[in-house]
């Protein structure tokens, strides 16, 4: 008999960020009250779900975003630090098009391999330690459902590892597919992923 399992990966939502900067790792971002909002709505649909784990980023907006999620269920929230967002050169800077780091040309060397990328976490390690914490909330949901909560590109690179795509990419919203409070859910027959799902259910 199959045993099946969903594993849903799930950006936290909106930051509170007044100052747009490349937040990354630092501590302290709190989300927003709009991104409380997406958080909770996520909840409330999920709450008909057999979720039986629900794991986050040690990161504020990750653990934040999770709690609505594990009150609903009557969970406590594990911490899983494979899910934490990736590491950024140009973390607590301004990074928008023309804006702040991107226009020193001393910063210009960061830019040089997209591929890898050179600014940051390789992709390669993103992809690896997210398919573990991936594959760790499906041992402990099996037969069930878990929630994960994670960042937006490490989660866009799970999916794009998992579905063929090339890990590197143009970081647009288009390309990572993975807007505030959205998930992408991982479904599973025993061990073998057989399909996989993208739902925005908070709207942006």
């Known amino acids: 008999m199959t045993t099946e399992t969903i594993v849903h990966v799930m950006r936290h939502g909106e930051v509170h960020n007044p100052d747009k900067i490349l937040y990354g790792r630092l501590p302290d971002f709190h989300l927003s009250d709009k991104g409380r909002a997406q958080a909770q709505r996520v909840a409330e649909w999920l709450a008909r779900h057999d979720v039986v784990h629900v794991v986050a980023s040690p990161l504020e907006r990750a653990q934040e975003t999770a709690g609505p999620i594990a009150a609903t269920h009557g969970l406590s929230i594990d911490t899983d630090g494979d899910l934490i967002e990736s ?118």
């Open 87 to 204: 590491e950024n050169v140009f973390e607590g800077e301004r990074v928008s098009p023309g804006d702040g780091a991107l226009r020193n040309p001393r910063n210009w060397w960061h830019l040089r391999n997209p591929r890898t990328p050179s600014w940051g976490e390789p992709y390669a390690h993103i992809a690896e330690r997210m398919q573990t914490a991936l594959y760790r909330a499906r041992d402990r949901a099996m037969g069930h459902e878990a929630v994960c909560v994670s960042h937006q590109l490490p989660t866009a690179t799970l999916r794009r590892s998992l579905t063929g795509l090339t890990l590197h990419h143009l970081p647009t919203a288009a390309n990572r597919m993975c807007n505030h409070a959205s998930l992408t859910s991982f479904y599973f027959h025993d061990t073998a992923l057989v399909g996989w799902s993208y739902a925005e259910l908070a709207g942006q």
